[in-house]
Nanobody
Framework: QVQLVESGGGLVQAGGSLRLSCAASGRTFSSYAMGWFRQAPGKEREFVAAISYSIGSTIYADSVKGRFTISRDNAKNTVYLQMRSLEPTDTAVYYC???????????????????WGQGTQVTVSS
């Protein structure tokens, strides 16, 4: 059973920064792609960023490119999302997701991820 636990959310002013963490357990973390998605009130969940099982290959949504950085520490079974220059439009519940197939590249669609965390709230005030 794979478990994902997010942390690091909170309230921040526009222009500020936050770092989200997602701790994974239950299988060989380093063999799977990891992603971050978010869901704002009244909107569908959307892709934010993802990182392949091998460190170095990352993809981002256009809306966060240049402001957010995804990274992973395979020794700690943890994936991070460093968020800078936050905007009120970044306000959402942020979800960590783990790929279902080992050695599969990072993807942008929810269907490519088999496991999800419970989410952590990020609120950016103007």
């Amino acid at each position: 059973q794979v478990q994902l636990v997010e942390s690091g959310g909170g309230l921040v002013q526009a222009g500020g920064s936050l770092r989200l963490s997602c701790a994974a357990s239950g299988r060989t973390f380093s063999s799977y792609a990891m992603g971050w998605f978010r869901q704002a009130p009244g909107k569908e969940r959307e892709f934010v960023a993802a990182i392949s099982y091998s460190i170095g290959s990352t993809i981002y949504a256009d809306s966060v490119k240049g402001r957010f950085t995804i990274s992973r520490d395979n020794a700690k079974n943890t994936v991070y999302l460093q968020m800078r220059s936050l905007e009120p439009t970044d306000t959402a519940v942020y979800y960590c997701a783990a790929g279902g197939e080992s050695y599969y590249p990072a993807g942008r669609t929810e269907g490519e991820y088999a496991y999800w965390g419970q989410g952590t709230q990020v609120t950016v005030s103007s």
